[in-house]
């Protein structure tokens, strides 16, 4: 049941892994026996079925973030959550679920499993008391003041370049960028991922919170390390930032 229609090599091999100790696909789930598939509307199937896979179970975290972050899910809105779980993320393995872009998800199923994941698994007042980032990017953002900016917060466990060191991983090359979205990787910087140990936008240096700015610049410092090989699957025409890194790169 797990409908997943575009997968790279990359995410291929963490389903593999993850496949030993997650929920069998294509498995129907108990009860769900008599219900024809888009007539499912229980929030524990549904995501199971279509999301568990890469975002782990119960929202725990996989592959990719865990969805289960009560400090995610206070920064990003309902609709930007529908939107991405509607249509995608293009050049990424996150696949478009509704029937409009491909998928086999109804809208009514992709607002059961959105409001299902705020409701179960955010924490209203959460960041009651602090200033957090804005979810997406205000600016383009600036590649000599990101590289500052990861020289200050990043540098200290992925490396200088971002080549990765025994604290954190490998961040720069381009099989890790040319896989991940701008907003992907904003999402990353700003919420960390605690499942894994890595530190939000607040606590990168103990009582020193990046800034709004701090966290566009050092995603564009991050997105220009792709590069531009004909023939990669990425293709970010839905990412306004994008097509910015291909000049910046350029005239370096
Ligand atoms: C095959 C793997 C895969 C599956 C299945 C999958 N996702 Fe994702 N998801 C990803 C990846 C990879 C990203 C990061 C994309 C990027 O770089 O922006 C992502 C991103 C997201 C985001 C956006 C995070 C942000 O930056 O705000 C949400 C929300 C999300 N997924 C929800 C879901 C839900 C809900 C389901 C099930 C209906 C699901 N995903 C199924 C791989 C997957
Ligand atoms: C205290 C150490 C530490 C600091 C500081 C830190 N990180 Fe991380 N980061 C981690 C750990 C640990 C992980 C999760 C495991 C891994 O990928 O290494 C991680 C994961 C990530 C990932 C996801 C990698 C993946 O494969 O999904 C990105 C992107 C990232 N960090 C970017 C940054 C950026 C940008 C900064 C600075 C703004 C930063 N990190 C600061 C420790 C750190």
């Not at 400090?71 to 409009?100: C, W």
């Not at 200050?152 to 604290?167: I, L, V």
């Not at 910087?189 to 566009?216: C, F, H, Y």
Request: net charge neutral; aromatic share 6%.
């Amino acid at each position: 049941m797990t409908r997943i229609p575009y997968l790279s090599a990359f995410a291929v091999l963490h389903l593999v892994l993850l496949s030993a100790c997650s929920t069998p696909n294509g498995q129907p789930q108990k009860g769900s026996e008599q219900v024809a598939p888009n007539q499912v509307v229980d929030f524990g199937t549904l995501y199971a079925q279509n999301c568990a896979a890469c975002h782990g179970a119960e929202g725990r975290g996989g592959a990719s973030i865990a969805l289960a972050n009560p400090v995610y899910l206070a920064i990003v809105d309902e609709n930007a959550m529908h939107k991405v779980v509607a249509n995608g993320v293009r050049g990424t393995s996150m696949p478009a679920f509704s029937q409009s872009a491909g998928g086999l998800l109804t809208d009514e199923q992709i607002n059961v499993i959105t409001s299902g994941i705020l409701s179960r698994w955010g924490r209203k007042g959460i960041l009651d008391g602090t200033n957090p980032p804005f979810y997406a990017a205000k600016t383009e953002g600036n590649v000599d003041h990101g590289k500052l900016a990861f020289g200050t917060y990043c540098a200290s466990c992925h490396g200088s370049e971002g080549g990765g060191t025994d604290k954190g991983s490998a961040i720069t090359n381009d099989s890790f960028v040319a896989l991940v979205s701008n907003q992907g990787l904003r999402t990353l910087v700003i919420t960390g991922r605690p499942e894994l140990g890595a530190p939000d936008w607040r606590a990168n240096i103990p009582g020193k919170a990046m800034s709004d700015q701090e966290i566009t610049d050092v995603v564009a410092w991050l997105a220009s390390r792709r590069v531009q090989s004909p023939g990669q699957p990425y293709s970010a025409s839905n990412d306004p930032l994008h097509h910015h890194s291909e000049p910046l790169e350029k005239s370096k």
